[in-house]
Structures are given as structure tokens and as C-alpha cells.
């Protein structure tokens, strides 16, 4: 079903390494400020849940960029990062989630 896709299209980041501290869940969305959303640029370690993700060191997706594929993520050396820090998130896009996508339903 189309819109139980949507819902399991999830990643989950945390202030700490080993999923500790504050947490937040982003859900098939692009969020171009963590800190708009009311968390801090602080993320040591990531779940993503379904979906690839890509996370970058400054708002409004600039800077560095870290790809989170399905998987987790216990510390921020493991996405090849210097520091534990991203400030925006967005979604990888596949035409297969398009309502007007190259994949028909069989």
C-alpha cells in the first residue's frame, strides 16, 4: 500500500553516540534546519530505518554530506564525519515512490 511506504521511510538521530540523549524522528520528509525543528546541530549516531538519507553539515543542505543507508549508525565516525555535525536532512528520491513513477503495478 502507498501510504504504509510513506510511513516506514524513517530515520531516527541522536545527540549522543550509541543512540543516547535527545532523539529525533524524521518521517519521509526533507528538514532544511534541525534547529528550526527545535534540535540541536549535535548528531553522534543515527538509525535509518528504511529509505537513504542524506545528511548535511549545514542548514539548508550544504556543506558536507553523509549518506545513511538503511542501517545504524552507533557513532559519527561510521558515516566518515570529523565531527558530530548536521544541520539539515533530506530524502534520496526514487521514481518508484512517484505517483507518476517509471514502475507500474502489477
Not at 39 to 49: E, P
Not at 81 to 87: S, V
Request: with cysteine.
Amino acid at each position: 500500500d502507498f501510504f504504509l511506504c510513506i510511513l516506514c521511510l524513517q530515520i531516527h538521530l541522536f545527540e549522543n553516540a550509541g543512540y543516547a540523549g535527545r532523539k529525533m524522528e524524521i518521517v519521509d520528509d526533507d528538514v532544511p534546519s534541525l534547529w528550526a525543528h527545535g534540535f540541536q546541530d549535535r548528531v553522534a549516531s543515527a538509525k535509518a530505518l528504511n529509505g537513504t538519507w542524506v545528511g548535511y553539515e549545514y542548514p539548508g543542505y550544504r556543506g558536507r554530506q553523509y549518506v545513511f543507508e538503511k542501517g545504524e549508525y552507533r557513532h559519527w565516525n561510521e558515516w566518515d564525519a570529523n565531527q558530530p555535525l548536521i544541520q539539515s536532512v533530506r530524502r534520496v528520491r526514487d521514481q518508484q515512490w512517484h505517483q507518476r513513477g517509471a514502475f507500474e503495478n502489477s
